[in-house]
């Protein structure tokens, strides 16, 4: 969990060997080549090693079966979506057929789109192809690549050229399993989050610790769990705060704001006793709006009368107050004696996996054809929306985006119709879920 491999997108009319490619370069005869152009394939989806580059290789053929007039049109409506998502764009020409006028509209839609492209000149054996390779110039996409891939010639300069391309292996701790992961305990002031940080530290010198100062506040907090290690981020200002703070004293929202800047996964403290109260709510909200994964510490387990009604009186407030974080985990733990705590950890580790999820295209795009079949767009201003693709633009939190004819003029309950399909089906609970949409014209 927790990888996010750079997108690497393989686009072109059809025919010019985009799935041939894609095989060449997944290393698996996975896609189905075809003689006739068009032929209706899945869009493919693989991990590839290149150079020793992890990336998430997508093939577009097959993807020229809807709707626009000219093949050009076609060809963009289609890949709008994958292109979309891409960190680098391998545009595949024919250097046997040569340039064609699709070729150029394409690749002036593609230039516009601004993405990282390398230009590949296809079957490009033997030496019958100089003319076309001149020509290639011309699109001004750079310097073509001649390869074949039904040969296998020229792909090991050609997958350099990609590893050198991707962008930079991120130094955060995106897509390094081994960095620790960044959690933050936020909740109203008397909830019990210093003492859930001691109970996680499991000593008392965290909080009693050495004089206020910038060197204390620099301290992080490093746990380890059998995942690996965890780091509680702002506890210098916990710390402070618990100090301070007189029990009355209002939610800090700055303060509480900051902590989840910082951090990847938020528990949220909750007084079990009391109940969700509306400030518990705000947070929650906050959480929500900073994009960030969530579990619910409902603290003080060990003071509460009757445990039935208080879980369920938390999960009616959680079903009618908090949709947008649905299915968040609502662990009870008494930070107190240390009952349940060890289930806190688990739960983090788990949303944290779901926070960094990746859908595969292709699956993403099966789901989104049945949901938009049994749920057919509404009618805005008397005109039917048409949606036509989604893609997963990025995760931390999961970002999806639509993309059809006047796709931004899709209705909020529409909207709230897809977010709740994506997350039942594909098991996103607990995380913000963004979706977004793209008129293509
Ligand atoms: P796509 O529609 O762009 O995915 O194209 P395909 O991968 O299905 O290939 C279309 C046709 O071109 C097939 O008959 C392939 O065998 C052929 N082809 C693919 N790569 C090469 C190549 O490097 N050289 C030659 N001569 N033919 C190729
Ligand atoms: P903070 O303001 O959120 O940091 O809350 P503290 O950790 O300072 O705790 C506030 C009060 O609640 C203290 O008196 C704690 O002893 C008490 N408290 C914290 N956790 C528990 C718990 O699990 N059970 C009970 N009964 N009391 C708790």
Redesign the pocket.
Known sequence: MGTMPPVVVIAGRPNVGKSTLFNRLAGRRSAIVADTPGVTRDRKDAEAMLRGRLCRLVDTAGLEESAPETLAGRMRASSAAAVAGADLILFVIDARAGITPADRHFADWLRRQGRPLLLIANKAEGRATESALYDAYALGLGDPLAVSAEHGEGIADLMREIAEHLPPERPDSEGDDSAPLKLA?V????????????RLVGEERMITGPEPGLTRDAVAVMLHDNVGPIELVDTAG?RR??RI?A?LEKLSVGATIGALRMAEVVVL?V?A?EGLHDQDLQIAKLIEREGRAAVIAL?????VADRDAARRAVADRLETSLAQMKGIAVVP?????G?GIERLLPAVRRVHGIWNTRVATAALNRWFEGALARHTPPLVEGRRLKLRYMTQAKARPPTFVVFGTRAEQTPEDYRRYLVNGLRDSFDLPGVPIRLQFRGTT
Request: proline share 6%.
């Open positions: 305990i909740g109203r002031p008397n909830a019990g989050k210093s003492t859930l940080l001691n916990l705060r618990a703070e029990p403290a007084d006793v603290n003080k387990w060990d003071a733990i008494s930070a107190l004696t009952a």
